[in-house]
């Protein structure tokens, strides 16, 4: 029979045993939840990569037709005051040839 003392000492190897064996497997734990985390964290920074280039590529489209647009209103504009100009040039020609005319 064993004595009370190598019960107790057998009891304490056991008890050993299991804080290794839970330390180990916290270990365990941490790294993966580390490696889980990086993981994680690499998917956010890809898929942030992602979507910052598809705004960035729908802003330069939306300023290449606000672009567009500016440009055809300022060409219209330009046209409408040419075609106004060029109304006004008999009047204007007629204005100068009568201050010619008066001052000869």
Do not use: C, F, W
Request: charge should be negative; charged fraction near 35%.
């Amino acid at each position: 029979m064993s004595s009370i003392m190598e019960r107790i000492a057998e009891a304490e190897t056991r008890a050993d045993g299991i804080l290794e064996e839970a330390n180990r497997a916290a270990r365990e734990l941490v790294a993966k939840a580390r490696t889980d985390a990086d993981e994680a964290i690499a998917a956010a920074a890809a898929s942030e990569r992602v979507h910052t280039a598809e705004m960035l590529k729908a802003a330069q489209e939306d300023g290449e037709a606000i672009a567009a647009e500016v440009t055809e209103k300022a060409r219209t504009e330009t046209k409408r005051q040419i075609e106004a100009a060029e109304r006004n040039v008999p009047e204007a020609v007629a204005y100068l040839m009568e201050r010619i005319e008066a001052a000869v």
